[in-house]
């Protein structure tokens, strides 16, 4: 991604929450519900390029390796983005005739559509239709996406029209995984080498969860019925500040979205946040700037979701201060990664749980009930900032 260019990380996200409220309206497919099964998870390395992870697709036969954009957001999974490492055709091949176009708010894909064999680790899935760019925008210094979200959002992405199985879908289909979840683990980082080469310590776990990842109980609860964060991974959830439990963010809908980088939360949630931690507006960086003094006396918020209360320490509300200089700011500031989603409350989609807040819990997403889950990480009361 280009972290340092014409548009802030928060216009970024913003642009992103716009296009994904705006998104198709479909219905999440049932599936199959959990059961117990003999075959195996599998482990998927996932990179931190500190505002996004990325996973190596290896398409082909010989394999041709691609980092792409984990996107719960979005389902479709395409590669090319980077005119240096296009998509070129092997033994494995096959030819569609299609043409697929995908719009994200902050960027767009139009290209082929071909079928062939992909593989994340150990995981090798035959016969996955994926794009092959012709023409993208937003998309620098990675080739691509793989998405992972809700195969109802690839409906009419293609000429073909239809749905267009995930990753997910086809692995759990040929047999590779017992059940259609996925673990996701992010982990935080103050490395400035993800800025520039990225630090693999995320995982993605297909068919279930890695135990080792998470610690306690995992919170389940199922996918929001609200339109539109009904059509994404979305949940319902209240948001509190401090141990007096004032009250940020009423029960409402949202999304957890490994593709948005901040916390967004809607305006009227955002203006208390502001006034409740002193924060002031960084225009240079487009996020909340606060004083050590003021770091000094911030207090966790709660994410309260399904019965059980998340909390985000102090620490966790602020981007690391190391790696400042990759979203345009000065080293040593203080800026919080809770931020305006630009749209007041009672939207349908009135937060964004981004990449901010999946650093700190283990996230699950099991799109064959369909549910979510979160539980804590040896990471939750990090201090690393």
Known sequence: MNL???KTVLERDQIRAKGLRAGRSAKIPSGTSEAEAAASTVGVPATNLATI?????????????????IDTGSSNTWVGADEENPFRP??????TGELVEVT???????????DDQVAMGDLVISGQTIGSALLSEGFQG??????????????????????????????????LIPVKEIGISFV???STAAVDTGVTNGQLTFGGIDPSAFTGDITFVPVTSTSPSSEFVGIDQSITFGTANTPVLAQTAGIADTGTTLILIASDAFATYQTLTGGVMDETVGLLSITPAQFANLQSLFFNI???????????????????????GTADDIFLIVSDLGTESGSGMDFING???LERFFFVWDSGTPRVGFAETPFTFAEIN
């Open 104 to 114: 994200y708010g902050s960027g767009f894909v139009l290209g082929t559509v071909v």
């Open 53 to 69: 992870y990325t996973a190596q697709l290896n398409v082909g036969n010989p394999a041709r390796p691609f980092n792409l954009i």
């Open 306 to 328: 399904g019965g059980t209360a998340f909390e985000l320490t102090p620490n966790a509300q602020i981007f690391p201060r190391t790696l400042n200089t990759a979203i345009g």
């Open 188 to 190: 935080p980082t103050n």
């Open 142 to 175: 990675v080739d691509g996406i793989v998405g992972i979200g809700p195969t109802d959002l690839t409906e009419d992405t293609t000429t073909a029209g239809g749905t267009v199985p995930t990753v997910t879908d086809n692995a759990f289909s040929q047999g």
């Open 90 to 95: 092997s033994g494995t091949t096959k030819q």
């Open 355 to 357: 990449f901010a807040f």
């Open 4 to 6: 340092t260019g014409t």
